[in-house]
């Protein structure tokens, strides 16, 4: 494990001083960021944003350019308070970590290297989530019309022992990258948008877009897996 571990500070140092280098935020683009004061009037003015605080104050920067998932797994469930896993240089406390979150049962879903060099797929996903001991039930976008996606959006963000989950294409939202996986923390009904926390935080802050977009950036074919994306509703 020490080995890869290096391996991956090494390959991820040369990612971000070389294509990655910096943040490709700007403020000249068409999205809304939470940063802006348009992303905070629609906070403030959102109906359904109880997720956020615990999301918040728990979400994790993705330590590799490959490891949204790991970082939105682990966030996800120390937001939850289900009970930790231990950490030794934490003892006597626990927490998810997007290391502990590779359990062997994991590791045969798919191992730390094979995330470190591909990422994870949404049925990857999920399976991680249930075999650390939350409920996890996934819907590819494809399955899923709009409207579908915003009654399962509202119902999951108004539960205060759920949380949602949401593998897509950055390239569908103009943002640079491609697939990406993070949480959602907020619903603004009047504009129909969803706030997502994004994981990369050293790349984009949270970033509000439409369900339509929503919907539209997680119906692309996932290389990986050769289906859409879609989103996994995690349940305490």
């Not at 991820?12 to 910096?22: F, P, R, V």
């Not at 960021?33 to 003015?45: C, H, K, N, V």
């Not at 539960?159 to 939202?173: E, P, S």
């Amino acid at each position: 494990m020490m080995k890869i571990n290096r391996l991956a500070i090494f390959g991820a140092a040369l990612l971000l001083t070389g294509a990655y280098a910096g943040s490709a935020f700007s403020s000249d683009d068409d999205l809304i960021y939470l940063t802006e004061p348009a992303g905070q009037s629609l906070f403030e003015d959102s109906e359904i944003k109880s997720d956020y605080f615990p999301l918040a104050s728990y979400l994790e920067t993705q330590k590799v350019v490959t490891f949204c998932g790991p970082a939105t797994i682990a966030n996800v469930l120390n937001s939850l308070d289900v009970p930790r896993p231990p950490v030794l240089l934490l003892s006597p406390y626990g927490y998810f970590t997007q290391e502990n979150v590779f359990t062997p049962e994991n590791q045969q879903v798919k191992g730390y290297l094979g995330v470190f060099t591909s990422g994870m797929n949404l049925e990857q996903l999920a399976t991680f989530f249930a075999n650390l001991g939350v409920q996890s039930d996934f819907h590819y976008a494809s399955d899923l019309t709009t409207d579908e996606l915003r009654d399962i959006v509202t119902e999951t963000l108004q539960d205060t022992d759920k949380r949602l989950v949401i593998n897509y294409t950055r390239q569908a939202i103009d943002q640079d990258g491609a697939g990406h996986i993070s949480p959602v923390a907020a619903y603004d009904e009047d504009n129909d948008k969803v706030l997502i926390l994004d994981v990369a935080k050293y790349k984009y802050p949270p970033v509000w877009i439409t369900m339509s977009e929503l919907h539209d950036a997680m119906s692309g074919v996932d290389s990986d897996s050769n289906l859409s994306r879609g989103i996994v509703v995690v349940s305490k």
